[in-house]
């Protein structure tokens, strides 16, 4: 019984021992060679898996040390190596069978690929040495069980190269962004930063002085803790101040930037170390410390920008710390710039022309011609979130393009009688007009357009069929998404649940919504005769007519009401700036509790077409007009 209860003890424990006295023997008396081989393939195969999990995220290297004869050198060195390499995983593959020389002593090589993060994947052949040491099987602590040459001191040193970011270039392939000079600004853990630092960062730079404190107490002492990247330029007018400030600490560097904080921001996007979402995003050569794109184009062709990143790995004497040889080399791919349709000249007009409003504001312009985006500005300050393509905004009055398209196609004409009253009430709901136009009485469709008059428009309620706006929507090529290459809107015209809602519809209120973007579109389909899709990256965005071509009366009528419009309606203020044609618009909106309007103006000159909103504006005249005649006034 004995010898049976021990034979099934060896067998359970051939995973990390040599066999027992039970052992089969040859015909010599000696152990069968091919016990000891198994054996020692056995343990190899353990350790691999081992050496796998060890180099695996938030892997421990305690396993591999346990399966070698000095398990602490063992694990440091294989840890040591690990962060050396900065490896994110690793294969490790036994290959043949053990070459054992004695039935003592077993080597096996070990195929390993390693990907190196932000770098690519290095390969090569270790030997994994296994000694019988007693009745176990141990794998030899040697470095060069893990590389060959490591032996005892001898080192790898990792070095990655990042080539230049590539451009964002506009449509004549001038460049947008350029890798220009940075600086990170932040504090080295553990020195004697003050109160007054900290509240210094939050005056100064809108960092969060109270959390950047906690992130530097936290960080080991010494350690530098970063809290923002800033221009150059900027940092130059900080230092007098801020530089002088206990444990203020500095490092330079270059980022893709534009040519102004301000300048297409949040088309072009910004640029901040990588976070999780945005490191996934940069694909497998980006590494954690790496600025990537975080917003706008930056981040939707941040791989094709960012190129990838080349590397060394050297061997190193562990004692005079030279290179003894490269051991792996890859070298990197230059980025690809990336052209868009916008135009720098006219993006320059936009953002001057923004910043001379005191509200925030957004301009687009587009090529009626093609659908092409020649400028899109949000102002006037800086801000990453892109108003002019995602803000979802009653279109107000700038929606009886619309609605008079729709009329004409129900067998309206310019002439017809539209009559313009103060109030109009539909189902107990009360209209009224803006821009304080008084009622005229008796007028045409033509005169209602020029002058605005919501009551005029609401009159019609009745000639439409239910989702005749939505119909009428359609032509101009309005969607809720446009598909371009980063995220825009277009707008919505669900069909009106009751006749109050239709009526609100003919005046670009209730649940009608647009955005600055769709909004020009609408300006562009009048002025080619067929709604574009919106273009903005050409190798990406899908071009072409967004719907059939509008009606030609409809396309002329609406081209003489616009034009009219500016020559002796509510669009004068753009009288001066040559043969343009618009629209104004004042929609009301509900911001915390209070009835707000925002100022809207549409139109086209040529084949430029354009939208202008600016939030909190009395009206569409008097807050986007201004806006508008600087835009126009500095292109011809």
């Not at 000891?36 to 190899?44: L, R, T, Y």
């Not at 003592?104 to 040491?133: P, Y």
């Not at 640029?271 to 410390?289: F, I, R, V, W, Y």
């Amino acid at each position: 019984m004995k010898r049976t209860t021990t034979a099934i003890v060896c067998l359970s424990s051939l995973l990390i021992t040599a066999g027992c006295s039970d052992s089969k023997a040859g015909t010599d008396g000696k152990p069968d060679p091919n016990d000891e081989k198994e054996a020692s393939a056995e343990v190899v195969k353990q350790f691999a898996a081992a050496w796998v999990a060890a180099w695996a995220p938030e892997g421990k290297p305690d396993a591999a040390g346990a399966l070698t004869d000095n398990p602490t050198v063992f694990a440091k060195r294989l840890d040591d190596t690990d962060s050396a390499l900065v490896a994110s995983t690793v294969k490790v593959t036994p290959q043949d069978e053990p070459d054992c020389s004695d039935g003592n002593t077993c080597t096996q090589d070990l195929a390993v690929e390693a990907d190196l993060r932000g770098i690519g994947t290095m390969k090569w052949t270790s030997t994994a040495t296994a000694t019988k040491v007693g009745d176990a099987w141990k794998i030899k602590a040697s470095g060069d069980t893990i590389y060959p040459g490591l032996g005892d001191a001898n080192y790898l040193k990792r070095v990655r190269a990042l080539p230049a970011r590539a451009s964002i270039t506009d449509r004549n392939n001038v460049a947008l962004t350029t890798n220009r000079p940075v600086v990170i600004v932040g504090v080295a853990a553990g020195t004697k930063a003050t109160a007054a630092t900290y509240a210094a960062f939050t005056k100064n730079l809108e960092v969060d002085g109270a959390k950047l404190a906690a992130r530097a107490k936290a960080a080991p002492a010494g350690q530098f803790v970063d809290a923002i990247t800033i221009r150059a330029e900027e940092w130059d007018k900080l230092r007098p101040t801020m530089g002088k400030l206990p444990g203020v600490l500095t490092m330079g560097g270059t980022q893709s930037l534009p040519e102004t904080s301000a300048f297409a921001r949040s088309v072009l996007g910004t640029m901040k170390t990588a976070t999780e979402d945005t490191l996934k995003n940069a694909g497998p050569t980006a590494s954690a410390q790496d600025e990537v794109g975080t917003t706008g184009l930056q981040y939707a062709f941040q791989q094709q920008l960012a190129g990838t990143p080349g590397g060394t790995v050297t061997l190193r004497d562990g004692k005079t710390k030279l290179t003894i040889k490269t051991v792996f080399s890859q070298k990197g791919t230059a980025g690809k710039p990336v052209k868009t349709t916008l135009d720098v000249n006219l993006q320059r007009a936009a953002e001057a022309a923004l910043a001379t409003s005191k509200l925030p504001a957004s301009l687009v312009a587009v090529q009626a011609s093609t659908g092409q985006i020649l400028a899109a500005a949000n102002g006037p300050t800086p801000t990453n979130y892109n108003r002019a393509f995602q803000g979802r905004y009653a279109p107000g009055s700038t929606f009886k393009i619309v609605t008079s398209a729709a009329l004409l196609g129900s067998g309206e004409t310019a002439a017809t009688a539209l009559p313009c009253t103060n109030t109009i009430t539909v189902f107990g709901k009360s209209f009224k007009n803006y821009d304080g136009l008084a009622a005229y009485g008796a007028g045409t469709m033509q005169k209602a357009f020029n002058e605005s008059c919501n009551t005029a428009f609401i009159s019609q309620h009745g000639r439409l069929p239910k989702d005749g706006m939505t119909k009428a929507a359609a032509m101009f090529g309005l969607g809720p998404d446009l598909k371009l290459s980063i995220p825009a809107y277009g707008g919505a015209v669900p069909a009106p649940k009751d006749d109050v809602a239709e009526a609100a519809s003919m005046i670009g209120q209730g649940t009608v919504t647009a955005s600055p973007l769709g909004v020009a579109m609408i300006g562009a389909a009048v002025a080619k005769g067929t709604a574009m899709k919106p273009v903005l990256v050409p190798a990406k965005d899908a071009a072409g007519p967004a719907a059939s071509p509008l009606p030609p009366a409809t396309a002329a009528a609406l081209r003489t009401f616009m034009r009219t419009t500016v020559t002796g309606g509510t669009a004068h203020v753009l009288a001066a700036n040559g043969a343009v044609a618009a629209k104004t618009g004042t929609a009301e909106v509900v911001q915390n509790g209070k009835v707000v309007t925002n100022g809207w103006m549409v139109g086209y000159r040529g084949d430029v077409a354009f939208a202008v909103i600016v939030e909190g504006g009395a009206s569409g005249a008097k807050a986007a007009g201004p806006v508008l005649t600087n835009f126009l006034g500095r292109f011809k």
